[in-house]
């Protein structure tokens, strides 16, 4: 999985108001797209970097676009958008989806847990006992676990970007990373 999926769980797990469904069938916060509901919604996206360093194959540099999409009140899209500036703007010396819980036979897993086992880390996609995470589950996607040296702010305020054709407020955040694939 993608840094943006390590970005929407991170948001998942530490934002009371973002919900992930790795299936796309709910939630509101959205790898590269941005469907016209929920009203309140996020779009998680690529926005270009810095040069790969030819020395260093593992370390990134990417930068990110997170779209924050409001309702008519200007407020409830900003608000979300300072949220996610103060929740991942200064991060450094951790990981998006990180987790030590070895995964267990005997557990009930939900939609979004994480495990480990055989030296990866997986996120579980839909509730489930019993279902070994591997390449070829339904249950369960194995993760990258990229180490984040650095993910920056590129402004302290979200900034209004405008309505769209329903008059919903939208607020850009945006975000340097410097970040070592393992």
Known sequence: MSLNTEIMIYLHRNLDNITLDLTGTSGNIFDNTLPSSPDIAVKVESSGGFPQDLRNVNLHNPSKQL??????DSRTGAKLAKGIIDTIGTLGDTRFAYTETAWDSSTTYSPIDLVAHNSSVWVA??????ET????????????????????????????V???????????????LTVRSE
Do not use: H, M
């Open 67 to 72: 779209l924050v999409r409001g309702t008519q």
């Open 125 to 130: 996609t839909e509730a489930n006992t019993d």
């Open 133 to 160: 995470p591997s390449e070829d589950s339904d249950y369960w996607v194995k993760l990258v676990s990229y180490k984040v040296i650095k993910c920056q702010a590129k402004q302290p305020e979200p900034v209004n």
């Open 162 to 176: 405008g309505e769209d054709d329903q008059g919903r407020y939208k607020y850009s955040t945006n975000f340097d």
